[in-house]
């Protein structure tokens, strides 16, 4: 069963602005990928991050992890029209092959 | 250039029609994966391989078959097409469970 969780469900700010959604889950994990999806397209990778890290950056998009409250969350900067997408988490847990996903934020950037 | 296909990208079909919606990748992934996905669920996985020949079930399977004959290719069976399977497919590939995953452009499906 699913065991993601993503908050939240809609987040609606003006470019410029920080956006930051969360993602939990409810096992222990290897490692949390965070993905974009524009509009019904197939899902893009944006960054993944270890159990043993804390902290990840690439461009405007910084991740962090907590293994002890089990969650994630991303925050993306400087927001953009073209940031305007729905936001996945995904497990990877070592207990099996599975990958277990979030329900996915939609993020709406206002001009 | 490294892709997942899918095909076809739009299918209608009545229920009980047999049909196969294949996936193909050029990367020499060893897993591969199956998702539907539906307003408010998120992805769910249908079905995922971690090598030729080795497949197993996701959260999802009842009504669906996969095989792995091939690294490359992991078709989607619907046997038997209900209307509850009207959804958005999704295919994707990876090196393992563990790496990022590429996924193809989807298959709209409309089960009447």
């Known amino acids: 069963s699913q065991q993601g969780e993503e908050d939240p469900q809609a987040l609606s700010i003006q470019e410029g602005e920080n956006a930051t959604m969360n993602c939990s889950y409810k096992?222990?994990?290897?490692?949390l990928q965070w993905y974009r999806q524009n509009s019904g397209r197939g899902l893009v990778h944006l960054i993944l991050?270890?159990?043993n890290e804390r902290e990840k950056h690439s461009g405007r998009l910084r991740v962090t992890l907590d293994t002890s409250k089990k969650s994630s969350s991303l925050l993306i900067t400087a927001s953009r029209a073209a940031d305007t997408a729905s936001y996945f988490c995904a497990m990877a847990m070592d207990s099996n092959y599975q990958l277990i996903w979030g329900a996915g934020t939609k993020l709406i950037i206002k001009p | 250039e490294a892709q997942v296909t899918q095909n076809p990208r739009y299918l209608i079909t009545v229920t009980g029609k047999k049909l196969t919606v294949t996936c193909s990748q050029n990367m020499n992934h060893e897993y591969m994966s199956w998702y539907r996905q539906d307003p408010g669920l998120g992805l769910r996985q249908i079905y995922y391989?971690?090598?030729?020949?080795?497949?197993d079930k996701g959260d999802v399977p009842e009504g669906y078959k996969v095989s792995r004959k091939e690294k490359r290719n992991f078709p989607l069976i619907l046997e038997s097409p209900s209307p509850n399977q009207t959804s958005l497919y999704f295919c994707?590939?990876?090196?393992?469970?563990?790496?990022?995953?590429?996924f193809g452009p989807g298959t709209r499906l409309t089960v009447l």
């Open positions: 096992t222990s994990i290897n490692n």
């Open positions: 391989s971690m090598n030729v020949e080795a497949t």
């Open positions: 991050i270890r159990s």
């Open positions: 994707a590939s990876s090196l393992s469970h563990y790496n990022e995953q590429f």
